[in-house]
């Protein structure tokens, strides 16, 4: 414990920030102090984020004092913030592939380039923090969690005394998670740094911070040493009122261990006697020259929730892409309900009864410049002759009762889709996919982005679809929400299903470590019996 | 009563706080133009309201004039409706000059040997138009579906293609060169079309208004129904906003681009065979015939913003811009003057729309924007 002295390193003081009438963060008071890891925990728009973006200077405060040092300054830039000694590691990587590790480390500076000094800097750095690295690596050949290393790299070699990681383990392996926790704890303790780790996940502010700030609506309602919670008083403290860590709120704060609980306690539907209703079988796509899906062969029931678990980038966009009729496998197929469908044309999967809650909504999902109508008619519009009457009527009616059934707040038929907030445009696009009764329901990221009561709905949803008979896959990066929903669980890596199970049988160790590619020759062999 | 509900639920649809803005951004900046042009005059030597008299005086004014403004229009018309069905799948055609071109030689060509009655001539050169000008822009389709060549460059590129491809043409007897050997001075021109292939006038209070002009309100009224009304016009939407969505729910791009490409190059096409068979140009191919037309088309699509209704006022205001400056020579000012107060028009009807443009866009990226842009969308539902 190095420098461990009473004044703060940073110490907000009533931070307001309002946008219009909506008020992101209200009278916030924060202490950042030395030798310490900061939690500061809170749902999506809680304010954890502009919070952060007052401090490193993207964003101006209303009102509000910040002292750093026990200065009183104003943060009017990132490079202000830089100067003053804070530092940032973004939630999304701002890596430039082609690059190596060491140009990417310098990028942006000012100074001539020198390939030797920049080499010892990521390797000096890299000692220092226990964060190894290769400096003349390729960064786009690089995993996740050496991506994230070198992205850190990048914010400490400024020798930052403050340093801020935003949900930093959304795109690492469990695994990878606990190294990136090491390196923070040397931060603080040999380096003496204050480190504010952000986050939504109860486990990992228990397990790596000393100090936690609560965030609800904008203020904080609770702060303290960490010890001092367990995990049900900080995710009451979080949500604001008492929750059950069970179920899908569990799984929404990530809380693996509960999740497993609860898991161990279900009892996984037979669905071993219903029929197959979508199968992969070989599936080959290359892009830009690399093999994104490398022979993925799915069989998914009719009735059951399988769940491919994985860290991003190992095809699981692809995969979605092609049960979209995106792109058109380069060998294997896809059969639904026993007949193969044509890869790549379009609409053939949408027709044969694929129905599909995309990651991204606005890429494949809807047309934003469209009415909710017409994006919940988007199935109509696309299938039959060309040449016949817009039935304007009879497509409005139908909005209207998906709207009601599915409680979508909007102000009628005819908004504008991108008028609607996330959690509605998703209930749009889930309205739409499985009221064209779907044999087959592909759901990727589907809670992605949403708070806490709109994961709780798509988890009803996706239950009652399977519960209808529908196959529902469900591609996710949140392990918990996998370990939560799902009857039977695969683990993608590098376009390969390398390890299924079913949910009884789940082990985080495991399905952590072949998310991470770790060893996975031996583990096909154990888990080949599961297949 | 209910027509008197609608007009409001209209009214309040308009009465937004936006429209207030939009219409009184167009006012500053039509009046800035409008300033700025006179400014121009002054400095040349001329006189401004000499000028606007005159542009008016040849535009409407004087006996026949709006006749011949509306004849004028009809190219600029057809030409832009195209292009409009086209900017809405998401497409790019800026060849229109070409394609217009290419059109017209075609009619050319089947119009002096076809042949036979008056209305079979005409037909066949409006339909040899079309197809002229729809080949033309097939091109750039084919290598857009084949190659993914984009087709913002190939129909531009294809346009210079073009020019000295009907120059050829005009040197060839066996295929657009007159054929009257009789003739004096038929170097770089065509033959006359037949006396009976010219398109009907309709005669109102002394104006001759070509009928070609009806041709282009019908196709523009066609293409309102078929944008407004019919599947068709939603896959072109949807395939424009999204293309990954219009792919995922069956609207392939593929075919329906390169439909949509070869229909826009064909009206490009159609308003050549028009201009030939009608009375806004010359009754013979001759070098240069395009005169422009194309291009001013594209502009007044680009001023129409997607609309197709909203083409026909837009592709008006041009034509009182052609025929108006005819009379511009007598006040003494350069006719050269309308290209510059045409341009200063493009430039004050576009300016406006990309204000608020660049507004929404800074307000969407601002992280309020949910609460925010929400609130003037919410129109009564009735």
């Known amino acids: 414990m190095v420098n461990l002295n009473e004044q703060p390193a940073v110490a907000v003081r009533g931070l307001t920030k309002r946008y219009g009438e909506v008020v992101a963060c209200s009278q916030i008071d924060l202490d950042l102090k030395r030798g310490e890891i900061h939690g500061v925990l809170g749902e999506n728009g809680a304010g954890k984020s502009t919070l952060m973006k007052v401090l490193i200077g993207l964003v101006q405060p209303d009102e509000g004092t ?204 037979p669905a071993s006697a219903s029929p197959i209703v979508l199968s992969v079988d070989g599936a080959v796509l290359d892009r830009h020259g690399h093999r994104v899906l490398d022979g993925v062969d799915i069989k998914l029931r009719a009735g059951e929730i399988v769940g491919i678990a994985g860290v991003e980038g190992n095809g699981q966009v692809e995969l979605a892409d092609v049960l979209s009729s995106l792109v058109a496998l380069d060998a294997g197929t896809v059969s639904v309900d026993g007949g193969v469908v044509v890869t790549g044309h379009a609409g053939e999967m949408a027709v044969a009864g694929i129905g599909m809650i995309p990651e991204d909504r606005h890429d494949a999902g809807c047309v934003l410049n469209m009415s909710v109508a017409e994006n919940l008619a988007l199935g109509s519009i696309g299938a039959g002759r060309a040449f016949r009457r817009m039935d304007r009527v009879a497509m409005r009616d139908a909005a209207l009762r998906l709207i009601d059934r599915y409680e979508i707040r909007c102000s009628g038929p005819d908004a504008p889709f991108e008028s609607l907030s996330g959690g509605n445009q998703q209930r749009v696009v889930l309205a739409r996919e499985l009221s064209a009764q779907p044999k087959v329901l592909v759901a990727s990221q589907p809670t992605r982005g949403l708070d806490v009561g709109a994961i709780e709905f798509m988890g009803e949803q996706l239950r009652a679809a399977a519960h209808d008979g529908v196959g529902v896959l469900l591609i996710s990066s949140e392990l918990e929400e996998i370990l939560h929903l799902a009857d039977r669980i695969l683990v993608m890596h590098s376009g390969r299903i390398v390890g299924a199970m079913n949910r009884s049988e789940a082990d985080v160790e495991t399905i952590g470590l072949m998310m991470g590619g770790v060893a996975v020759d031996q583990m096909t062999g154990q888990m080949g019996q599961h297949v | 009563m209910s027509k008197g509900e609608n007009r409001k639920s209209l009214v309040a649809r308009f009465a937004t706080r936006d429209t207030g803005v939009a219409i009184g951004l167009y006012v500053l900046s039509l009046s800035a133009a409008i300033f700025v042009s006179a400014l121009l005059v002054a400095a040349t030597g001329g006189s401004a309201t000499a000028v606007f008299d005159a542009l008016l005086d040849g535009s409407l004014r004087s006996q026949g004039a709006w006749g011949l403004t509306l004849t004028t229009s009809a190219p600029l018309l057809l030409v832009a409706v195209g292009t409009i069905v086209a900017t809405r799948a998401g497409l790019v055609n800026i060849g229109q000059e070409g394609q217009l071109l290419i059109g017209t030689c075609v009619a050319a060509y089947f119009a002096v040997r076809v042949g036979g009655p008056g209305w079979f001539v005409i037909a066949v050169a409006l339909l040899a138009g079309a197809a002229g000008g729809g080949a033309w822009a097939g091109i750039a389709a084919g290598l857009r579906a084949w190659r993914n060549v984009p087709e913002v460059l190939t129909t531009l590129l294809l346009t210079f293609v073009a020019f000295p491809l009907m120059t050829f043409g005009l040197r060839q007897s066996w295929l657009l060169k007159d054929r009257d050997t009789e003739r004096m001075n038929q170097l770089n021109s065509g033959e006359r079309l037949p006396a009976n292939a010219n398109l009907p006038d309709l005669m109102i209070f002394g104006n001759s208004i070509d009928s070609g002009f009806f041709v282009a309100i019908g196709l523009a009224f066609v293409l309102t129904v078929m944008v407004g009304r019919t599947v068709l016009g939603s896959r072109i939407d949807m395939l424009g906003f999204n293309p990954r969505a219009a792919q995922r729910f069956g609207v392939s791009a593929g075919p329906l681009s390169a439909a949509v490409l070869i229909g826009s190059g064909a009206t490009a096409g159609v308003a050549g065979a028009v201009l030939l068979t009608g009375g806004a140009a010359s009754d013979r191919l001759v070098f240069g015939f395009s005169g422009n037309f194309g291009w001013d088309g594209l502009l007044v699509a680009l001023l129409a913003r997607n609309r197709v209704m909203l083409a026909i006022p837009m592709a008006f205001v041009f034509a009182m811009l052609r025929t108006g400056s005819s009379f511009l020579a007598a006040t003494g000012v350069d006719r050269k003057m309308t290209d510059v107060v045409q341009a200063l028009l493009v430039l004050a009807l576009l300016l406006p729309p990309a204000l608020l443009f660049i507004r929404d866009r800074r307000r969407s990226l601002a992280p309020s924007n949910l609460a925010v842009s929400s609130a003037p969308i919410a129109v009564e539902v009735s």
């Open chain 1, 66 to 269: 910040i002292d750093v040092d026990g200065e009183r300054c104003r943060i009017d830039s990132p490079s202000r913030a830089g100067l003053l000694g804070i530092g940032m590691v973004h939630q999304h990587f701002s890596l430039v592939d082609e690059l190596r590790v060491w140009e990417n480390v310098v990028l942006g500076e000012r100074e001539r380039l020198d390939a030797k000094h920049a080499r010892g800097l990521v390797a000096s750095i890299g000692e220092r923090y226990g964060l190894t690295v290769d400096p003349d690596a390729r960064v786009g050949d690089l995993t996740a969690g050496l991506r994230q290393r070198v992205e850190i790299i990048k914010c400490l070699r400024r020798d930052p005394s403050i340093v801020i990681f935003d949900e930093p383990t959304s795109v690492l392996t469990p695994q990878e998670s606990e190294q990136l926790f090491e390196v923070l704890r040397v931060a603080v303790e040999r380096e003496g740094k204050a480190v504010a780790l952000v986050s939504h996940k109860l486990d990992e502010i228990r397990q790596a911070t000393d100090m936690v700030t609560i965030l609800r609506r904008g203020a904080v309602v609770d702060h303290g040493p960490t010890n001092r919670f367990d995990q049900q008083a900080l995710a009451q403290a979080m949500v604001g009122r008492e929750v059950s860590l069970r179920g899908d709120q569990a799984a929404a704060l990530g809380l693996t261990g509960a999740v497993l609980a609860a898991a161990g306690a279900a009892k996984s539907r």
